[in-house]
């Protein structure tokens, strides 16, 4: 392992948990620091800096960030001139205790201040202690921060940061604040943008993108926003989340189903079947809402995937009340769920609700709702075997490629497929599929998680992505720099052309 010598740049790696938003911020952080002057470690080095994007929705994020802060401290003892940050969800909630608990940490940053890192590194380096700045609101738009994007396919766009909901058991409009809408101006600039870089996916992002516009008081704005992403040339595929089911409105389900490079997939958290449940939740919507908004999707269009979030063993949930889920599950018949057991988080009203489940009784729960959920699953992947889909081909979906030969990636629905490149010792084209390139297939084998395609591709369509890929180039979306601090030797300053003499 080696780390920067001097005169060299520093190096840096992001760590990320949590949910697409944790990914889209790291892609920011990621920006910021290769603005500043920062270069990417290679996997196998220590990086000078190294920054936890957290995660606090679920409990054992806390046990995952200090028992990875553990595993750094010899390394850090070894090499005091690296740096530790911590941001996100967690740094939000805990704060100074972070530095309380692990003193070898070197910044801590919240959801509100990405844009503040640089500042924050370079500030700890000069005072040799610890920086620790939380904001308690969104002060600029992360959006405006540069951006270092991962893929050359697809990309994400925040529509929006914050969450206006009180569900009892979720902590993260504590830590994300309201939510606040962008502009529907800025975000096609920025997903034109992506297209122009050679982007064929976009995913538009908010913790409930469907109430997008109640900052400036169109409730049909989200709608609008699909529609206007439709009319961007080269923009191949759009999807969206995550909606909640009390602000799903029609024009959304008409918008999805008129709009042609709007892909026939929704994910819409269910969270219970039952109402009772759903009301202790705070979820302002009930078990028929629910299934009428699928039903309406369904009827609109047919070949819709549907995935959702359930979360088992809420506080005071009975049996009957978790049978009326899995009721929910067999007549939604999702193409997939995310499952999880509940988990108590400190400052949510929930965490103080009475009748906590006993541990015993929420893991059974939790299984017959994994066993029932994969029988649908695999139910409505089977009869996807002998239909022909195109395939967005990707990186990393595919963990036994290299073994089986075959590449991976996903259906304008989203389901997940792995498909054969063509025959042994195929030449031309058929030999150099690349990530981002378009693949027609016909469907051989289903299973609970992913679709196989064994036979020869029917086409293949080489792309803009494809071609980025393939020379190592990633989209990079510049934002606003907002005077941060480079690391090493400023930039020669170019020869004067014109203008005033300077004497």
Known sequence: MTTATAGSPRTYHVRTYGCQMNVHDSERISGLLEAAGYVRAAETDDPDVIVFNTCAVRENADNRLYGNLGHLRPTKARNPGMQIAVGGCLAQKDRGEIVRRAPWVDVVFGTHNIGSLPVLLERARHNAAAEVEILESLEVFPSTLPTRRESTYAGWVSISVGCNNTCTFCIVPSLRGKEKDRRPGEILAEVQALVDTGVLEVTLLGQNVNSYGVEFGDRYAFGKLLRACGEIDGLERVRFTSPHPKDFTDDVIAAMAETPNVCHSLHMPLQSGSDDVLRAMRRSYRADRYLGIISKVREAMPDAAITTDII????????????????????????????????????????????QLPKQVVQERYERLIAAVEEISWAENKLLVGETVEVLVAVGEGRKDERTGRMSGRARDGRLVHFATGAPGAVGEAATIRPGDIVHTTITYAAPHHLNADGAPLA????????????????????????????????????????????
Do not use: N, W
Request: hydrophobic residues 35%.
């Open 460 to 503: 293949h369509r080489r792309t803009r992505a494809g071609d980025a890929a393939e020379a190592g180039r990633t989209p990079r979306t510049p934002g606003v720099l907002l005077g941060l601090p480079t690391i090493g030797a400023p930039p020669a300053v170019p020869p004067q052309t014109g203008g005033c003499a300077v004497s």
């Open 312 to 355: 088992v063993g809420f506080p005071g949930e009975t049996e009957a009340d978790f049978e009326r889920t899995l009721d929910v599950v067999r007549e939604a018949r999702f193409s997939s769920a995310f499952t999880f057991q509940y988990s108590k988080r400190p400052g949510t009203p929930a965490a103080t609700m009475d009748d």
